[in-house]
Structure formats: structure tokens, C-alpha cells
């Protein structure tokens, strides 16, 4: 399963691709961070944003994509960015008919790292040791996007199970995994 | 002019077009609103706003989208959703090359109705008597993206002057109006 990672965000945005499976080792396909001026108007930037990470999925083809959930209570001078970007990420993914899961911070910092309360030094710490790197992925962003991706392959097979059952079930209440805003 | 207003929301995303230039009667081109069901996961809310918004850019041609900016300061459960759905909107007009104006509320209801701290019905009133309507457009929401037409033919046509000065100058404090998230 190849999964691409997204950090969003209206500045810095992580994208990291990882390839692998439950239960053995995980590959590093690639990595980077897709950047854009503050001198630039939002829109302008979001655009940057969608060919950046179209670009990516042309070039990758992952079977999944995996976002990290933005929250409103997240840091308030970057939070409307940061929705603007995850959806814009959300978007570019869906309409291909990408599956999309969302997983907060708190779930990937767990699932890299056994703690919720991990810090960034940690995960790039772990991540460096799942994927075999000689040094922890800069900046934290990309860093980010690979434990996103690795979170989403770790958690992912069980959970998408449940959801195709759920959506074969034609259920009025089937969710995808963290389907929520 | 042709505006194509948008007032950005998951569950519903108003949007009109209105024609005309200050000094003269403006003209309702047409209104509705996007709807997407909270029972469908967020990115394919997502994509449906930005095939609805794009299928209207299509039909209408407008020469500016005008969307109102949104707060991180506004409700909580909902304001995540909207600045996704703002991004989507302010990236289906960029990426055709169309200028794209964001104007806060009560930038919109100063315009239409001399107060900023006009309440939906006065916006609604006003926006039937700009634009010789027999009844309020509904919901609010479609009134609210008409009001930002309106607001954007009334405000912008200065505006998109000196911004295209700005421009042409190179400078590098040039910003489009509204510009920052």
C-alpha cells in the first residue's frame, strides 16, 4: 500500500509518500515541503497548493491519501490557512476518487510514537527510525507528513475494512474514518 | 460588471450574480444555493461545492468573485467548514484567472444597508429594494452572496484601480483587497 501524507498548511505544507504494509517494514518513496510567499494573496497560494499536490499524485499514484485533521482551536493567526489548505488537499484527493482519512495530531503522535503527547523532536525521531533514514526528515513538516502516512498504514487496514463493510451495508450512519470537520 | 457573489458554507453555499456599475440599477442575473448533506463525508462536500461553483463560473462568465472573508473568530462547530469551503471557492475563481475579492460582513452590510452591524433582515430588505426584487431572496445565505456582488460592484471598481496599479508598479507591498486569511 502506498499512502501519501499531507501536513496542510498556508506557508509550509508536508507531503510524503510512504510505501508498505501492517507487520513489515516501511519504505520512504519520497519527501518535501511545498511552500508559499505571504507576499502572495491566499488564493494565489491555495492555487500553488493544488498543483503542488496534484503534481504529486500524478507522479506517485497512491492508493490512499492521509491529512491531518485541523481543529478550531488550533493557533488562531494560522488556523484558517491551515482548513483552507486541508481542504484544498481534501479536494484534490476526492475527486479523484482517492480514499481520504483524516487522523488528528494526537492519533499519529500515538501511532509513531506510543504517546499522544509526543513532541516534534520524538516524531521526527521515530519516524527516522520506521523508515531506516540516517537523519530526521527537516523541517518538522515533512516530518509530519510521513508519520501521517505511516500512521494511516498502521491503522488503516482494519478501519478501512470497517468502512467498505459499512458502506456495502448502505448504511445512513457509515463514516469514514474521521469524516468529521 | 458581472459579479459572481459567494457566502462560503458546507451545509449551505449561497451564490448569485449580479450586473451593473456604480451609479447605475444593478440587475439579479440569478441565485441559489449549493447544498451538501452532513451525512456525506467533508471532501465530498467539498468536491460537490467546487463542481457547483464551477458549473456556475461556467454558465455565467463573471469578470470578478467576490467571497465574503472568514473569522477564525466565528462559531466554532461550523467555521472549519466554511474556511474550506472558502478556499474552494477562492481556488475555482484563481485558477481561471479571475479576480478574486474577499469582503468581511460587515464590509458587505455597510454596503448594502449603511450599517455594519445591519441584521439579516435588513441585508435582505436591502438587497430586494438594489435590486427591484418582489420578496427577500431565500435563505439568507442566497441574499448574503448577492449582498457581496452588490458590495463588490460598489467598492471595487476604485479599489481594483489602485490594486492594478500596485500591481503594474511591482511592488512588493501590493495587495489585492482583503487579501490576508
Redesign the interface.
Known sequence: MRVLGIDPG?TRCGIGVVEGQVGRPLTLVDVNVLRTSS?E????R??TI?KGIDAWLDEFNPDAVAIER????SD??T???T??????A??C???RGLA?A?HTPSEVKAAVSGSGRADKAQVGAMVTRILRLDAPPKPADAADALALAITHIWRGGAQARIDAALAAAGS?HA??VR???
Do not use: C, H, K, N
Not at 485541523?70 to 482551536?73: D, E, G, I
Open positions: 498556508l507576499d494573496p491566499v488564493w494565489r491555495l492555487v493544488e485541523v481543529f478550531a482551536r488562531v493567526s488556523v484558517m490557512g482548513a483552507q489548505a486541508s481542504g484544498i481534501m479536494v484527493a476526492a475527486r481520504v483524516l445512513r463514516r469514514p469524516s468529521t470537520p
